[in-house]
């Protein structure tokens, strides 16, 4: 996921049709479209435009448009670990689904980016290779679990990371072979770039077929029992920082903050470091309840949590 932001935008949703509907394109073209559709929060408003490619080549075609009549755009993957603006996207979201492909040679699984990443490991774990069955259940595709290195039960992707496909700024289709040393804690190399990924591969291990489905679903009941699916949400809402002693959900939960609510935005009664959407919360009410707890934290701990979900204003 990355953003590109173009200030001075003033083109209306007529006009953006206009522009749009001189291209072809392998997927889809919407305008208007309802982004709480597509947030795992299902918090959102209207974005501008709304464009689904199938292919580079459709892709491109988008991205040439926008470049050219200096539209702002966002990439997007499964919705998860996002915050829309109650007032919407001003300009376009390319939804990355129709990347959909998956291969394997051998232990290398090759995902297109708009996989989600939780069928990934459950094709993997159907094919006797052991390493995503960790992410089973997590939301998000492969594209923005590769972007945020994303970490469950002490395992983070770039542990099986092979090779990444991209589209450069310069429209340029580039290969990045994995080092260790570009990744961090839910960091990686293409946060912040513009660079937009098309697909990844990831080297795994043989291992049982039904050690590892019983071990995928092992963490999915834990997920459950976290609170992961009885609400929309984000997921983890802050990262943990070993430096502070505790998880983050421990320290939240320390200051009695688990259930407290503002407006439909709530601490889940489950998980401290999960905010879960009631039913009627709006973005308004997901950032402030995120910024009490982050000045209760700070109040009372003297450091500051670092959030995990990334505001789309």
Same mark, same amino acid.
């Given at each position: 996921?990355?953003?590109?932001?173009?200030?001075?935008?003033?083109?209306?949703?007529?006009?953006?049709?206009?522009?749009?509907?001189?291209?072809?394109?392998?997927?889809?073209?919407?305008?208007?479209?309802?982004?709480?559709?597509?947030?795992?929060?299902?918090?959102?408003?209207?974005?501008?435009?709304?464009?689904?490619?199938?292919?580079?080549?459709?892709?491109?075609?988008?991205?040439?448009?926008?470049?050219?009549?200096?539209?702002?755009?966002?990439?997007? =993957?499964? =919705?998860?670990?996002?915050?829309?603006?109650?007032?919407?996207?001003?300009?376009?979201?390319?939804?990355?689904?129709?990347?959909?492909?998956?291969?394997?040679? !051998?232990?290398?699984?090759?995902?297109?980016?708009?996989?989600?990443?939780? @069928?990934?490991?459950?094709?993997?774990?159907?094919?006797?290779?052991?390493? @995503?069955?960790?992410?089973?259940?997590?939301?998000?595709?492969?594209? !923005?679990?590769?972007?945020?290195?994303?970490?469950?039960?002490?395992?983070?992707?770039?542990?099986?990371?092979?090779?990444?496909?991209?589209?450069?700024?310069?429209?340029?289709?580039?290969?990045?072979?994995?080092?260790?040393?570009?990744?961090?804690?839910?960091?990686?190399?293409? $946060?912040?770039?513009?660079?937009?990924?098309?697909?990844?591969?990831?080297?795994?291990? $043989?291992?049982?077929?039904?050690?590892?489905?019983?071990?995928?679903?092992?963490?999915?009941?834990?997920?459950?029992?976290?609170?992961?699916?009885?609400?929309?949400?984000?997921?983890?809402?802050?990262?943990? &920082?070993?430096?502070?002693?505790?998880?983050?959900?421990?320290?939240?939960?320390?200051? !009695?903050?688990? !259930?407290?609510?503002?407006?439909?935005?709530?601490?889940?009664?489950?998980?401290?470091?999960?905010?879960? &959407?009631? =039913?009627?919360?709006?973005?308004?009410?997901?950032?402030?309840?995120?910024? @009490?707890?982050?000045?209760?934290?700070?109040?009372?701990?003297?450091?500051?949590?670092?959030?995990?979900?990334?505001?789309?204003?």
């Amino acid at each position: 996921m990355e953003t590109c932001f173009i200030y001075k935008y003033h083109k209306s949703v007529e006009s953006l049709s206009k522009i749009f509907n001189k291209i072809n394109i392998n997927g889809v073209m919407l305008f208007n479209e309802p982004l709480a559709k597509h947030s795992t929060f299902n918090i959102g408003g209207n974005a501008d435009v709304f464009a689904s490619p199938k292919d580079i080549s459709s892709l491109e075609n988008i991205l040439s448009v926008l470049k050219e009549n200096n539209i702002p755009w966002f990439i997007l =993957g499964g =919705g998860a670990n996002i915050l829309f603006s109650d007032s919407g996207f001003r300009g376009a979201v390319i939804d990355m689904k129709g990347f959909s492909s998956i291969s394997f040679n !051998g232990n290398i699984i090759k995902s297109g980016a708009g996989v989600e990443f939780s @069928l990934l490991a459950e094709e993997a774990c159907r094919k006797s290779l052991s390493g @995503l069955e960790y992410f089973y259940g997590m939301p998000g595709t492969t594209g !923005g679990s590769v972007y945020m290195n994303a970490r469950c039960y002490e395992k983070s992707v770039s542990d099986i990371l092979y090779k990444v496909s991209y589209l450069d700024n310069l429209g340029k289709i580039c290969e990045y072979r994995v080092k260790q040393s570009d990744f961090g804690y839910k960091v990686s190399p293409f $946060q912040n770039t513009g660079n937009i990924i098309l697909a990844a591969e990831f080297i795994l291990q $043989q291992s049982g077929k039904e050690i590892l489905l019983t071990k995928a679903a092992e963490f999915k009941k834990d997920r459950t029992a976290k609170g992961h699916y009885s609400y929309p949400c984000a997921g983890s809402v802050f990262k943990n &920082n070993r430096d502070f002693g505790h998880p983050s959900g421990k320290i939240i939960d320390s200051l !009695g903050l688990r !259930g407290f609510s503002i407006g439909g935005a709530q601490v889940s009664p489950l998980h401290a470091n999960i905010i879960i &959407n009631n =039913g009627n919360a709006t973005a308004a009410d997901i950032k402030e309840l995120i910024q @009490l707890i982050e000045d209760k934290v700070f109040k009372t701990y003297g450091f500051r949590l670092e959030k995990e979900i990334i505001y789309i204003d």
